[in-house]
Nanobody, 117 residues
């Protein structure tokens, strides 16, 4: 399985970014997908989840109302639209595959998001 995240960058507080993650090596439409982030010195945390059909989404409290997760099963891609960005959103963002009750051990390189104040 390969997961390639992209779309990160440097943005001012209040700005927006759209992350993409292309998956290969799996039947993408069969699996829920998640976006995680890891800030320096902190544990990796799940920020958004979408089920296999795209009909159900969940968000970590700090991003509710600002981030939107979506997917295109025809393109094997999951997205994270990030709006009203804050400096505390600065982190490396990763996508991953919901694998049973856990997550696949295939994180990829992630994409860096830096929000300046």
């Amino acid at each position: 399985v390969q997961l390639q995240a992209s779309g990160g960058g440097l943005v001012q507080a209040g700005g927006s970014l759209r992350l993409s993650c292309a998956a290969s090596g799996i039947i993408f439409r069969n699996y829920g997908m998640g976006w995680f982030r890891q800030a320096p010195g902190k544990q990796r945390e799940l920020v958004a989840f979408i089920n296999n059909s795209g009909g159900r989404t969940t968000y970590e409290d700090s991003v509710k109302g600002r981030f939107i997760i979506s997917r295109d099963n025809a393109k094997n891609t999951v997205y994270l639209q990030m709006n009203s960005l804050k400096p505390e959103d600065t982190a490396v963002y990763y996508c991953n595959v919901k694998w049973g009750s856990s997550w696949l051990d295939a994180w990829g390189q992630g994409t860096q998001v830096t929000v300046s104040s």
